[in-house]
């Protein structure tokens, strides 16, 4: 309804919050807008809460909308985060690299798009294993990625393995109701290397070591299960499906197609039947047993 009062006009005529060099015009009056109608930290206030799908083609959709009451904890800014904001059990490790000027890979050379992203990938790694030096096993996870929860139990009961390689997983489209099954996960998505620590062989210090080995350990998933089994400590197959890796994900770098486009109604998936019916066989839907292993479900009570 619009046309309420005189707040509710100027806010239509107004349309959106213009910021300047030296303040903003605001949508509606700081009262409202910095007030009873903002999500301050500690303050409960009613909320309408919209959810929006975006498909890999960038086209979006409004999947819902529904009224809540919503407490917001605390109004935080990457810079300002201390460790007692975090879950327990969780750290932040802040670095000051230089960007990666071949993020969006664009006409560049396709090598050089890979050594670009395995130093961007592989220095920031580097810091955050440094800063927990301390730790059995490291499991380097992309940010898009969902693990297991089963994983932790694995690791903690076999404390002398030399680790483990994620070959059975699942592809999962964001915000999707169904579950493929991948038996060569390894080979698709970077979340599937857990490594005992002391196999890396990590630097006292971050200067200590090349761009070279940083690049060749940390910068990328494809090459150390073979140098670890060329130095006599092999990975082990770890015995369940223990990551999903997300796509149609409209943030992800990899840009990957949804599931059901590439392996059920592409040219080489319909070019080849039989491996087309085997990937109908491991489709499974999002049932809460998924969800509680994989999404963060919390798992009921007795």
Request: net charge neutral; proline share 5%; glycine share 10%.
């Given at each position: ?18 910021y ?10 700081p ?27 960038g ?61 961007d ?75 005992r ?64 486009k ?41």
């Amino acid at each position: 309804m619009r046309g309420i009062d005189a707040v509710d006009v100027e806010a239509w005529n107004r349309g959106e919050t213009l910021y300047l060099p030296d303040g903003k015009a605001g949508l509606y009056p700081p009262v409202l807008s910095e007030g009873a109608a903002s999500l301050l930290a500690d303050v409960t206030r009613p909320a309408v809460i919209f959810t929006v799908r975006m498909a890999g083609d960038g086209a979006v959709r409004l999947d819902g909308a529904e009224r809540a009451i919503i407490r917001s904890r605390a109004k935080l800014a990457y810079e300002i985060v201390r460790p007692a904001d975090l879950p327990a059990g969780f750290d932040v490790v802040r670095v000051a690299f230089p960007p990666n000027y071949l993020h969006e890979m664009g006409e560049a050379d396709l090598e050089a798009v890979y050594d670009a992203f395995r130093a961007d990938k592989g220095r920031r790694v580097l810091a955050g294993m440094l800063a927990a030096r301390d730790s059995s096993f490291f499991m380097i996870v992309d940010d898009d990625d969902l693990v297991s929860t089963r994983i932790a139990g694995h690791v903690a009961a076999n404390p002398d393995a030399n680790g483990w390689t994620v070959e059975r997983g699942y592809i999962w489209d964001d915000g999707g109701r169904l579950l493929l099954g991948y038996d060569e996960f390894n080979h698709l998505c970077g979340t599937s290397l857990i490594v005992r620590a002391d196999l890396y062989g990590l630097p006292q210090h971050f200067e200590d070591t090349s761009l070279d080995w940083i690049k060749t350990m940390l910068g990328s998933h494809v090459r150390i299960a073979a140098i670890l089994a060329e130095r006599g400590t092999p990975l082990d197959p770890l015995p369940f499906r223990g990551a999903v890796y997300r796509v149609a994900d409209g943030g992800s770098h990899s840009k990957a197609p949804s599931l059901v486009k590439k392996y059920f109604l592409s040219r080489e998936a319909l070019a080849r039947p039989r491996r087309l019916l085997r990937h109908l066989g491991r489709l499974r839907l999002v049932g809460m047993d998924a969800r509680r292993e994989f999404f963060g479900e919390p798992a009921r009570r007795g």
